[in-house]
């Protein structure tokens, strides 16, 4: 590993992982960039749920940034255009 250099890892995905998502059908991804990762969000997708869902999704996010810190590891969040689940032209 470069210094300075962060990788998003198995271990750091395991416990992402057992962060269960309050409803079904939210999308999110994990990006790594040289000094930090993401926590990328899809504008459609999370729009597609009610106010008082998206209040609790937001929660849910705040959650996974906790533990992908925990790690010693920046974590930003990131929102891009789309559902999570078509390619976006860029």
């Not at 250099?5 to 198995?10: F, G, H, L």
């Not at 999110?28 to 999370?46: G, Q």
């Not at 533990?67 to 974590?75: A, F, K, N, Q």
Request: proline fraction near 4%; charge should be positive.
């Amino acid at each position: 590993m470069d210094k300075g250099r962060v990788i998003y890892n198995r271990e750091m995905a395991k416990a992402v992982r057992q962060v269960k998502p309050p409803f079904s059908g939210i999308v999110i991804d994990i990006a790594e960039y040289p000094e930090f990762l993401t926590i990328r969000m899809y504008e459609d997708n999370i729009m597609s749920f009610d106010i008082n869902q998206r209040v609790t999704i937001t929660d849910y996010i705040t959650l996974v940034r906790k533990v992908i810190e925990s790690y010693g590891v920046r974590c930003e969040f990131e929102g891009v255009p789309g559902d999570g689940r078509t390619k976006v032209q860029r």
